[in-house]
C-alpha cells in the first residue's frame, strides 16, 4: 500500500480536552488520554499537541520517500522515520490510520491486518473478557469525599454481547443502591458511579450487586478493583495516606491490607496495589494473594519494565495502553512476551477516550485475555460495539 494522503487535526476527547486525529487515505484514528497516569508513560506529543499536527501535515509534501505497507511488520519503517520525531499520541494515531487503510486496501477486517494467522485459526479464536469500571473514586471522580481506590470492576466470563447485558446489569444495579444509600447520585469522567462511601463499603455494594445479577442471570461476575495506589503513596514519607477515613499505612501494612481485602471479598483482580516502583512489594503479592495482580502504573506499557516485572514475578497480569508507548510493534511485542510467561493480557481504554474503535479490533487480533472498558458512554460503547460485532460476523 502506498500512502497517498496524510493529515493531522485536533479533536476534544470524552472530558472535552484535546487530542490528536490522524487521518492516512481517507482513514481517520485518534489518541485517548490518560488522567490518572504513570510516571514512566512516553510524553503524548515531542513538544506539544500542536507542534505534532503541524509535523504530520508536512508529511504529505514528501510521501515519496514514505515506503509502501504491505503488513503490520512494516510499521517499523514507520517507526524508524518519526518514532523520535512525535510524541506516543500522534505515533499510535498514525500507525492505526496505516493499518486501517491496510485493511481497506486488502478488503479484510482490522483484526486480520493485525494478525493475519487469526484468520486461518478461528476455531481456536477467543474474545476478551469485558472488564468494566461501575464505582469510580480516586482520580477520575471529582467529589470532595470519595472511595480512595480508582475503580471498582466488574468481570463476566461471557460472550461479547453477553458480557455487555450483565456488566450493564452490573452498572443499573449500582446505580440502584447507591441511590438508596445516598440521595445525590453522579458519574465521574468514566461514567462510573461517584460516591462518598469508603472502599470497603463499596466493596460491600459490588459483592451485593454481583450476587443479585448472579441470581437473575445465573452468570457468575468477579470483582476487581484498580486501587491506583501511587496516586495517594508519599514517597518521601513513605506511607499509603487513606483520605475517606483518614488512615495511613507503611508498606508492610498496605501488602496486608490489600491481602485481606481480596480474601474478604474474593476479589479476582487487583490493579496497582502499590506504588509505581515497588516491583517486589508487586512480587510478595503475587505470592500471597489468590488473585490476578495487575500492573499498569508499574509496566505502564513499557517494554524494558515489563521485562523487569517479569524477571521478578511482580504480576500475573498486564495492563496494555497502546497510547502509552506509541509503537504498535512495541505493544505486539509486550503482548506475545507476557503470553509466553503466562501473564494475562488487558487491553484498555483510557478516562478521556474518543469515538475510535480500534482497540477492540487489537484486543481480538492480538488475542488479548481481557479488555477493560466501561458500558456506559458512547465513546465506550464505540468499541464494546465494535467486539460485538466482530463476534456477530463471525458468526
Request: net charge positive; aromatic share 8%; hydrophobic share 35%.
Given at each position: ?248 499505612r507503611n508498606r508492610e501494612e498496605q501488602i ?81 512476551l507476557c503470553k509466553d510467561r503466562g501473564v ?52
Open positions: 500500500m502506498r500512502i497517498k494522503e496524510v493529515s493531522a487535526r485536533i479533536i476534544l476527547d470524552s472530558r472535552k480536552e484535546e487530542t490528536i486525529e490522524v487521518s492516512v487515505n481517507a482513514c481517520r484514528s485518534s489518541a485517548p488520554s490518560g488522567k490518572s497516569k504513570g510516571k514512566y508513560e512516553a510524553k503524548p506529543y515531542f513538544r506539544n499537541i500542536q507542534h505534532d499536527v503541524d509535523f504530520i501535515n508536512s508529511i504529505q509534501k514528501k510521501l515519496d520517500k514514505i515506503p509502501e505497507i504491505y503488513y503490520f511488520g512494516d510499521l517499523e519503517k514507520i517507526e524508524k522515520l518519526f518514532r523520535k520525531k512525535i510524541g506516543a499520541n500522534t505515533l499510535f494515531a498514525l500507525e492505526a490510520s496505516i493499518l486501517k487503510a491496510l485493511s481497506v486496501e486488502k478488503k479484510c477486517e482490522l483484526w486480520q491486518v493485525i494478525n493475519h494467522k487469526l484468520k486461518h485459526n478461528l476455531n481456536e479464536a477467543k474474545f476478551p473478557r469485558m472488564i468494566s469500571n461501575t464505582i469510580g473514586g480516586g482520580a477520575h471522580s471529582s467529589n470532595k469525599i470519595k472511595p480512595d481506590f480508582q475503580e471498582f470492576l466488574v468481570v463476566c466470563n461471557k460472550n461479547p454481547a453477553l458480557n455487555f447485558d450483565i456488566n450493564r446489569k452490573c452498572y443499573d444495579e449500582a446505580g440502584v443502591v447507591l441511590k438508596n444509600i445516598r440521595m445525590d447520585l453522579g458519574v465521574n469522567d468514566e461514567n462510573a458511579w461517584q460516591t462518598d462511601l469508603d472502599n470497603e463499603r463499596v466493596l460491600e455494594v459490588m459483592r451485593d450487586i454481583t450476587e443479585n445479577v448472579h441470581d437473575e442471570s445465573i452468570t457468575y461476575v468477579d470483582v476487581g478493583i484498580d486501587v491506583a495506589s501511587s496516586q495517594f503513596y508519599d514517597k518521601k514519607k513513605k506511607k499509603y495516606f487513606y483520605k475517606n477515613r483518614m488512615k495511613e496486608k491490607y490489600i491481602t485481606e481485602l481480596s480474601e474478604k471479598y474474593n476479589l479476582f483482580y487487583l490493579e496497582d496495589p502499590l506504588d509505581e516502583e515497588d516491583f517486589s512489594g508487586f512480587a510478595e503479592l503475587v505470592r500471597h494473594a489468590k488473585c490476578f495482580i495487575v500492573g499498569d502504573d508499574l509496566t505502564v506499557t513499557n517494554l524494558e519494565r515489563v521485562k523487569k516485572a517479569l524477571s521478578m514475578n511482580a504480576i500475573t497480569g498486564i495492563i496494555v495502553k497502546p497510547n502509552q508507548t506509541g509503537s504498535l510493534i512495541e505493544v505486539r511485542k509486550i503482548v506475545e494475562k493480557v488487558i487491553i484498555s481504554h483510557r478516562s478521556g477516550e474518543t469515538l475510535d474503535r480500534f482497540i477492540a479490533d487489537l484486543a481480538f487480533g492480538l488475542q488479548a485475555d481481557f479488555i477493560k472498558i466501561p458500558v456506559v458512554g458512547e465513546e465506550r460503547l464505540s468499541k464494546v460495539k465494535r467486539l460485538v460485532g466482530i463476534e456477530s460476523g463471525l458468526r
